[in-house]
Nanobody
Framework: QVQLVESGGGLMQPGGSLRLSCAASDRAFKGYFVGWFRQAPGKEREFVAGVSMGVSTLYADSVNDRATISRDNTKNLVFLQLNRLKPDDTGVYYC????????????????WGQGTQVTVSS
Protein backbone atom coordinates (compact mmCIF):
# COMPACT_ATOMS: atom_id res chain seq x y z
CA GLN A 1 0.00 0.00 0.00
CA VAL A 2 1.28 3.43 -0.93
CA GLN A 3 0.92 5.94 1.84
CA LEU A 4 2.23 9.33 2.83
CA VAL A 5 1.01 10.80 6.11
CA GLU A 6 1.80 14.32 7.23
CA SER A 7 1.77 15.57 10.80
CA GLY A 8 2.84 18.58 12.83
CA GLY A 9 0.54 21.27 11.53
CA GLY A 10 -1.53 23.64 13.62
CA LEU A 11 -1.73 27.26 14.70
CA MET A 12 1.67 28.93 14.73
CA GLN A 13 2.86 32.34 15.85
CA PRO A 14 4.48 34.77 13.42
CA GLY A 15 8.21 34.63 13.91
CA GLY A 16 8.01 31.12 15.30
CA SER A 17 9.02 27.80 13.81
CA LEU A 18 7.30 24.66 12.63
CA ARG A 19 8.46 21.13 12.09
CA LEU A 20 6.38 18.92 9.87
CA SER A 21 6.83 15.19 9.51
CA CYS A 22 5.95 12.90 6.63
CA ALA A 23 5.76 9.16 7.21
CA ALA A 24 5.90 7.12 4.03
CA SER A 25 5.40 3.52 3.01
CA ASP A 26 8.30 1.76 1.32
CA ARG A 27 6.73 2.02 -2.14
CA ALA A 28 6.53 5.79 -1.88
CA PHE A 29 9.90 6.33 -0.25
CA LYS A 30 12.77 4.04 -1.16
CA GLY A 31 14.45 5.47 -4.21
CA TYR A 32 12.01 8.37 -4.31
CA PHE A 33 12.52 12.10 -4.24
CA VAL A 34 10.23 13.50 -1.54
CA GLY A 35 8.92 17.03 -1.63
CA TRP A 36 6.85 19.38 0.47
CA PHE A 37 4.25 21.55 -1.18
CA ARG A 38 1.78 24.02 0.21
CA GLN A 39 -1.47 25.49 -0.95
CA ALA A 40 -3.08 28.64 0.38
CA PRO A 41 -6.78 29.33 -0.14
CA GLY A 42 -7.42 30.50 -3.68
CA LYS A 43 -3.84 29.88 -4.77
CA GLU A 44 -2.07 27.19 -6.71
CA ARG A 45 -0.10 24.49 -5.00
CA GLU A 46 3.53 25.55 -4.72
CA PHE A 47 6.75 23.72 -4.10
CA VAL A 48 8.52 24.39 -0.79
CA ALA A 49 11.40 21.95 -0.55
CA GLY A 50 12.50 18.48 -1.57
CA VAL A 51 15.09 15.87 -0.71
CA SER A 52 16.49 12.93 -2.62
CA MET A 53 17.33 9.46 -1.34
CA GLY A 54 20.96 10.58 -1.31
CA VAL A 55 19.90 13.63 0.75
CA SER A 56 20.50 16.25 -1.92
CA THR A 57 18.10 19.10 -1.27
CA LEU A 58 16.13 21.59 -3.31
CA TYR A 59 14.40 24.69 -1.96
CA ALA A 60 11.98 27.25 -3.30
CA ASP A 61 13.40 30.76 -3.41
CA SER A 62 10.58 31.93 -1.14
CA VAL A 63 11.82 29.80 1.77
CA ASN A 64 15.46 29.21 0.89
CA ASP A 65 16.94 30.91 3.94
CA ARG A 66 14.22 29.77 6.34
CA ALA A 67 13.66 26.11 5.54
CA THR A 68 15.51 22.90 6.20
CA ILE A 69 14.37 19.58 4.79
CA SER A 70 15.80 16.27 5.95
CA ARG A 71 15.01 12.59 5.77
CA ASP A 72 15.63 9.51 7.83
CA ASN A 73 16.02 6.66 5.37
CA THR A 74 15.96 4.05 8.13
CA LYS A 75 12.49 5.10 9.27
CA ASN A 76 10.90 6.35 6.03
CA LEU A 77 10.51 9.85 7.43
CA VAL A 78 10.94 13.29 5.93
CA PHE A 79 10.96 16.48 7.97
CA LEU A 80 10.43 20.11 7.09
CA GLN A 81 11.65 22.79 9.46
CA LEU A 82 10.47 26.31 8.65
CA ASN A 83 11.68 29.24 10.72
CA ARG A 84 10.72 32.90 11.06
CA LEU A 85 7.15 32.10 10.12
CA LYS A 86 5.04 34.64 8.32
CA PRO A 87 1.28 34.81 7.76
CA ASP A 88 2.03 34.06 4.09
CA ASP A 89 3.24 30.62 5.18
CA THR A 90 -0.36 29.71 5.98
CA GLY A 91 -1.78 26.86 3.95
CA VAL A 92 -2.21 23.14 3.67
CA TYR A 93 1.17 21.45 3.54
CA TYR A 94 1.47 18.28 1.49
CA CYS A 95 4.13 15.64 1.31
CA UNK A 96 4.61 14.05 -2.11
CA UNK A 97 7.04 11.70 -3.80
CA UNK A 98 8.26 10.84 -7.26
CA UNK A 99 10.69 8.23 -8.49
CA UNK A 100 14.34 9.22 -8.31
CA UNK A 101 14.59 12.57 -10.09
CA UNK A 102 14.23 15.89 -8.31
CA UNK A 103 11.45 18.21 -9.40
CA UNK A 104 9.51 21.19 -8.14
CA UNK A 105 6.50 20.63 -10.39
CA UNK A 106 3.51 19.14 -8.60
CA UNK A 107 2.20 17.41 -11.73
CA UNK A 108 5.37 15.30 -11.82
CA UNK A 109 4.79 13.76 -8.40
CA UNK A 110 3.16 10.35 -8.23
CA UNK A 111 2.09 10.00 -4.63
CA TRP A 112 0.53 12.51 -2.28
CA GLY A 113 -0.47 12.70 1.34
CA GLN A 114 -3.71 14.20 2.58
CA GLY A 115 -2.05 17.34 3.89
CA THR A 116 -1.76 19.11 7.21
CA GLN A 117 -3.09 22.59 7.89
CA VAL A 118 -0.66 25.27 9.01
CA THR A 119 -2.03 28.62 10.11
CA VAL A 120 0.34 31.42 11.02
CA SER A 121 -1.49 34.08 12.96
CA SER A 122 -1.24 36.05 16.16
Amino acid sequence: QVQLVESGGGLMQPGGSLRLSCAASDRAFKGYFVGWFRQAPGKEREFVAGVSMGVSTLYADSVNDRATISRDNTKNLVFLQLNRLKPDDTGVYYCASRLAVASSLPQQFEYWGQGTQVTVSS
